[in-house]
Antibody, heavy 125, light 106 residues
Framework: QLQLQESGPGLVRPSETLSLTCTVS??????????WGWIRQPPGRGLEWIGN???????YHNPSLKSRVTMSVDTSKKQFSLKLSSVTAADTAVYYC?????????????????WGQGTMVSVSS | VMTQSPATLSLSPGERATLSCRAS???????LSWYQQKPGQAPRLLLY???NRATGIPARFSGSGSGTDFTLTISSLQPEDFAVYYC?????????FGQGTKVEIK
C-alpha cells in the first residue's frame, strides 16, 4: 500500500524559499503511471493544486505559481520535493503531497488516490 | 475553472444530498473526481471517472454527469458524511479543484 509523508520546516521567513520533501513508501516512485503532486490549503480555505512531477523529470505547474515553483524527484531516496521561492504570508498553508495515477492499470485511475497527512507551513518574520 | 454549488448545504441525517460541480468548458468524464475532507484530515478520494467509487467507499455515494455538469449524490446522509466535498479535474496536464461544498448538520 503506497504511503506518503511530507517533511520540512514549519516556519519560513518572508522572501525566503519554502522547501518540502515527500517520502514514498510501499510502492515504486518510478512507475510510468504515477504523477507526484503538491496541493496546498490556506487556513479555512479550499484546495489549490501547485504542481505535479513525474520521475522522468517532467513537471506541470499551476500557472499562477509557475514562476516560483521548482519540483524534482530523487529516485534513489524515493522522495520528491517542492521549492517555492519568494514566499509571503499568502503562502501560509497546509501542504499536501499526493499520488496521481494515470491510466486504466491504476486502482483509481486519473485521480489523486493517495495523500500524505499534510504539513503546516507558516510564513512569518 | 470548476465551480461548485451550493457553497454550504444544511441537511439532517438520513436526507439526500446533491452537490453540483460545473466546468467552464467541456471536460472528459474520465478525469472528474470527487474528494471528501473532514476537519484536520487530508482529503480522501471518493469517486473517480465521474461515477466509480474508490476502494472502501460506501454505495450511498454516487456520481453522474458529463460535459460541463457533474453531480455527487449522497443517498442518505450518515453522521460521518458531514464534511467538505471537492470536485477535481485534469485537463491537458492542468489539475483544478473546485472551491468545495460544505455539508453541515441542520
Amino acid at each position: 500500500q503506497l504511503q506518503l509523508q511530507e517533511s520540512g520546516p514549519g516556519l519560513v521567513r518572508p522572501s525566503e524559499t519554502l522547501s518540502l520533501t515527500c517520502t514514498v513508501s510501499g510502492g515504486s516512485i518510478t512507475s510510468d503511471n504515477y504523477y507526484w503532486g503538491w496541493i496546498r490549503q490556506p487556513p479555512g480555505r479550499g484546495l489549490e493544486w501547485i504542481g505535479n512531477v513525474h520521475y522522468s523529470g517532467a513537471t506541470y505547474h499551476n500557472p499562477s505559481l509557475k514562476s516560483r515553483v521548482t519540483m524534482s524527484v530523487d529516485t534513489s531516496k524515493k522522495q520528491f520535493s517542492l521549492k517555492l521561492s519568494s514566499v509571503t504570508a499568502a503562502d501560509t498553508a497546509v501542504y499536501y503531497c499526493a499520488n496521481y495515477c494515470s491510466g486504466d492499470s491504476c486502482s483509481s485511475p486519473n485521480a489523486f488516490g493517495i495523500w500524505g497527512q499534510g504539513t503546516m507551513v507558516s510564513v512569518s518574520s | 475553472v470548476m465551480t461548485q454549488s451550493p457553497a454550504t448545504l444544511s441537511l439532517s441525517p438520513g436526507e439526500r444530498a446533491t452537490l453540483s460541480c460545473r466546468a467552464s468548458q467541456t471536460v472528459s468524464s474520465n478525469y472528474l473526481s470527487w474528494y471528501q475532507q473532514k476537519p484536520g484530515q487530508a482529503p480522501r478520494l471518493l469517486l473517480y471517472g465521474t461515477s466509480n467509487r474508490a476502494t472502501g467507499i460506501p454505495a450511498r455515494f454516487s456520481g453522474s454527469g458529463s460535459g460541463t455538469d457533474f453531480t455527487l449524490t449522497i443517498s442518505s446522509l450518515q453522521p460521518e458524511d458531514f464534511a467538505v466535498y471537492y470536485c477535481q479535474h485534469n485537463y491537458n496536464f492542468s489539475w483544478t479543484f473546485g472551491q468545495g461544498t460544505k455539508v453541515e448538520i441542520k
